[in-house]
């Protein structure tokens, strides 16, 4: 449970020129405690910025800020930590507390991007889940919880397919306030996500709009009208869903929304606390994120190596054929700075139809992009981006999970990687590379027949992970030609499959001589970077990739923008 704590921070009050002279001496005297508080200078007079004070418990961060007469804005036990607004001196002097660590409260915004076509809903068809839904597999039972920008409480984002509420909740994590009207979407983006994962409307060749039209819905809205948030409101929102997970039968977690990575993963206090969801056997499905084709552009917290990570595809607006279809441009590309190979597959994210209000931000700045053809009126607007894609892997997992309600999710992760199809040339080599489309495209009803187990997250410790004992390096590196391998092959990744290698679509995602698809290498066991593949040639933290460096106002990319493909 959260603590109620005491956010009052110091104060003082300013005097005019019309002042009277006591309210001068009161001001005086209040900038006097000050001083004698340890504060110097004007900076005390105002904050210099909002940080996550971060401990080995939480109490402890809690009373050092307040010690410091900083201002508690977010109280964040999933990791330790709290928000605080500080002045440089209050900064300062918890800087000189060797129990905490203290990094920026970073930007983050969510991954959609909008262009004109011929578009209809296609992505049902495409991944096979309608054949599910034949089978009566539309995600009841099963719960996606959405963190984003919030929800239009229109009757298809709010109703199963027998016409009944599945919002089980919602929660505003910017101003702290629960309850289902809470998280009302004026970006757009959270709605038409939702609509993706979980739409219960009918388009007009008789199947359902959404992946999975049953499945229960808990809105969490962490994001802005301008599609922009910060590390404290995210991160409060995933403490609200890991705290309410059992409550609402909370089993995946939504997050289409990122940001570039600024330390390993396991120093990131997001990237911590959604391990801390995948921890307690809630399933992670992460975009990739918007800034590809170059490699390493995988987003935080799609660069944590236990959660789904997914990348983009798009049909090319021929719904009805599949030989045209493409690595979206926009869709970003890894391996992770820690050699994770990322994304883990793809899914259509390109001009997806789903629901969004006319007049949110998003639906006034491209209205070229509503009511596409008169096909569905004006509630409904298409969009391209990983986050679409992400949203159709959601609710994906909801169909296998209602069909398998005991999986767990690296089963989950494991039957998704097993069942994709990898785009291959006419000459059956790979489209694309591992580091573009991981193990391929998704196929819904592949997913919820595989029989794979194993095959995901093999060597790697999200406990020991998160308590520090052991951290985990991926099986991926570059060459000094600059292109990306898989190590202890002889050769760089060509894209051409060969069971010889052991590194085959089929069989477990053995990308080379044992080494398993996502099995972790602890930089202790022979694995490390210093033998030959260092960091130090160009992908050192200390080049420009620290917290410390972080530049708060730049944008993230929750909302950039990108054209349809």
């Not at 919002?167 to 038409?192: L, N, R, W």
């Not at 006319?358 to 004006?378: C, M, Q, V, W």
């Not at 607007?381 to 894609?389: D, I, L, N």
């Not at 187990?453 to 099986?475: E, K, R, T, W, Y």
Request: with cysteine.
């Amino acid at each position: 449970m959260t603590a109620v704590v005491n956010k009052q921070g110091a104060t003082m009050k300013t005097c005019s020129s019309g002042a009277s002279r006591s309210n001068t001496w009161s001001a005086s005297l209040s900038l006097l405690l000050l001083l004698l508080a340890g504060s110097t200078g004007s900076d005390s007079l105002g904050p210099l910025g909002s940080y996550l004070v971060q401990a080995s418990d939480y109490p402890v961060a809690l009373v050092a800020v307040e010690h410091a007469r900083g201002r508690v804005t977010h109280d964040l036990p999933i990791i330790n930590a709290v928000a605080a607004d500080l002045t440089r001196t209050q900064l300062q002097r918890l800087q000189l507390d060797p129990r905490l660590k203290i990094k920026p409260n970073r930007t983050v915004r969510v991954s959609g991007k909008s262009s004109a076509g011929e578009v209809q809903p296609y992505i049902v068809k495409r991944t096979n889940a309608d054949l599910l839904h034949a089978q009566g597999i539309t995600g009841r039972g099963v719960t996606i919880a959405f963190l984003d920008t919030g929800w239009w409480n229109q009757h298809a984002t709010q109703t199963n397919i027998a016409g009944r509420n599945v919002v089980a909740q919602g929660y505003d994590a910017i101003d702290d306030k629960p309850g289902a009207g809470a998280a009302q979407d004026k970006y757009g983006h959270g709605t038409h996500v939702l609509s993706i994962a979980t739409n219960s409307a009918v388009a007009e060749d008789g199947t359902f709009i959404g992946m999975a039209p049953d499945a229960g819905r808990v809105v969490v809205q962490a994001f802005d009208q301008n599609g922009a948030g910060t590390y404290a409101n995210t991160i409060r929102g995933i403490n609200w869903i890991l705290n309410n997970a059992a409550r609402y039968n909370i089993r995946i977690v939504n997050m289409s929304f990122g940001a570039p990575p600024q330390s390993y993963y396991w120093d990131d206090p997001l990237a911590q606390a959604v391990m801390k969801l995948w921890q307690a056997g809630i399933v992670v499905v992460a975009a990739a994120g918007n800034e590809g084709p170059g490699a390493q552009t995988i987003d935080v917290p799609a660069n944590v190596p236990y959660v789904i990570t997914v990348g983009a595809s798009s049909d090319n607006y021929t719904p009805t054929m599949s030989g045209d279809d493409f690595l979206a441009s926009f869709s970003s590309t890894g391996p992770t700075f820690e050699g994770f190979v990322k994304p883990e597959l793809i899914a259509p994210g390109g001009h997806v139809i789903a629901i969004m209000k006319r007049d949110s931000t998003i639906g006034r700045e491209h209205p070229a992009f509503l009511g596409t053809n008169k096909y569905l009126g004006s509630s409904y607007f298409y969009m391209s981006g990983t986050s679409m894609s992400a949203a159709v892997v959601s609710g994906t997992v909801a169909l296998m999970l209602q069909a398998n309600p005991w999986l767990t999710p690296a089963d989950v992760k494991c039957r998704l990687m097993s069942s994709a199809h990898p785009a291959l040339t006419t000459a059956g080599t790979l489209a694309y590379t591992i580091f573009q489309q991981g193990a391929g495209e998704i196929n819904a009803y592949d997913a919820v027949y595989s029989q794979a187990g194993g095959c995901a997250n093999i060597g790697l410790d999200v406990s020991a992970d998160l308590n520090g004992a052991q951290h985990f390096g991926g099986p991926a590196n570059q060459a000094a030609d600059g292109s990306y391998y898989i190590m202890d092959m002889q050769y760089p990744f060509s894209g051409q499959p060969d069971s010889a290698d052991g590194y085959t679509w089929s069989e477990g995602f053995t990308w080379s001589k044992g080494y398993t698809w996502s099995k972790g290498y602890t930089w202790s066991k022979g694995y490390t970077w210093s033998q030959g593949y260092t960091w130090s040639k160009g992908y050192t933290w200390s080049k420009s990739i620290n917290w410390a460096d972080f530049d708060l106002t730049t944008p993230t990319s929750i909302s950039s923008w990108v054209d349809q493909e």
